[in-house]
């Protein structure tokens, strides 16, 4: 039989029969791409918003998260590898649409939670699931929240805006070659803020300021130049690595996030510091 080519990210990954995409949460199922992971989920929690983060959407707001299993990156500096690395084994539990909705609407109730943030892992990787339960959720009155690493194509980006009202989306490094390393593409991860901001989605972008891959001062200027192009009040947070996974260089040092900070605020309105006391 023939394969099968996923069109959701750039990885247009070419699936012979029963074979896994680079995600691991979709496979060329008797010729057709089958999500694994709809409606599976891996951690459920009450978060408060900025804990996604998100400084400048309903602030001070809780918020019902959910990751399921999967992604579409491999950054060796993951800093929350078992789900977003792991498979289905990490799998504790299914809702379908109906029953989030619902359990959405009983957290609002009891906690005065806004709404739901996909999380933890790759949302995007759940996209048959968002396409059906996001709609539900905002005529349920909740909010719709994706924390997101942006590689997805502009096709399937362009149908779930709609149903989308804020998003932290991931801007791993301004240097193409550094993303490759990592499994993706710096172009999608500009594409997608560049869409989600014109489409009128809240928007807050992290850089997560890893040495040797995102400390670079003179590409970290470049994309504070970009962001400042598209807006200059959409909110940075620069957030501090510490070894993790499979990367064992030396936390990030103070003095290189408040250098970065300095940067940002040449240009840019809100920037924020994170993983620091």
């Not at 408060?48 to 579409?72: R, V």
Request: glycine content about 8%; some cysteine.
């Amino acid at each position: 039989m023939s394969k099968v080519e996923c069109s959701l990210c750039p990885h247009h990954c070419q699936l012979g029969e029963g074979q896994l995409g680079f995600c691991r949460t979709r496979r060329n199922q008797e010729g057709r791409i089958q999500s694994l992971n709809y409606g599976q989920v891996t951690s459920l929690a009450l978060d408060p918003i900025e804990k996604k983060p998100l400084y400048h959407f309903h602030p001070g707001s809780a918020i019902l998260s959910l990751g399921s299993f999967g992604c579409n990156m491999a950054c060796c500096f993951c800093q929350n590898y078992t789900i977003s690395q792991g498979g289905a084994e990490e799998v504790r539990g299914q809702l379908s649409p109906e029953q989030l909705v619902e359990l959405a609407q009983e957290t609002t109730m009891k906690h005065g939670s806004i709404g739901v943030a996909f999380t933890y892992n790759e949302p995007l990787l759940s996209y048959e699931y968002l396409l059906d339960v996001a709609p539900r959720l905002q005529q349920a009155g909740q909010k719709v929240v994706l924390v997101t690493n942006g590689q997805i194509e502009a096709e399937p980006l362009q149908a779930l805006l709609p149903y989308v009202d804020a998003m932290n989306i991931d801007l791993k490094t301004f240097a193409a070659e550094a993303y490759e390393r990592l499994g993706g593409s710096l172009a999608a991860a500009k594409r997608t803020i560049e869409m989600a901001v014109h489409a009128g989605v809240h928007v807050e972008v992290t850089t997560l300021v890893v040495p040797g891959i995102s400390d670079d001062s003179a590409e970290f200027r470049a994309e504070v130049d970009w962001l400042a192009a598209i807006r200059a009040d959409i909110p940075l947070h620069l957030s501090r690595y510490f070894p993790r996974y499979h990367y064992d260089e030396p936390a990030t040092s103070l003095e290189k996030l408040y250098e970065f900070q300095n940067i940002a605020q040449e240009k840019l309105t809100y920037v924020h510091l994170g993983n620091v006391r």
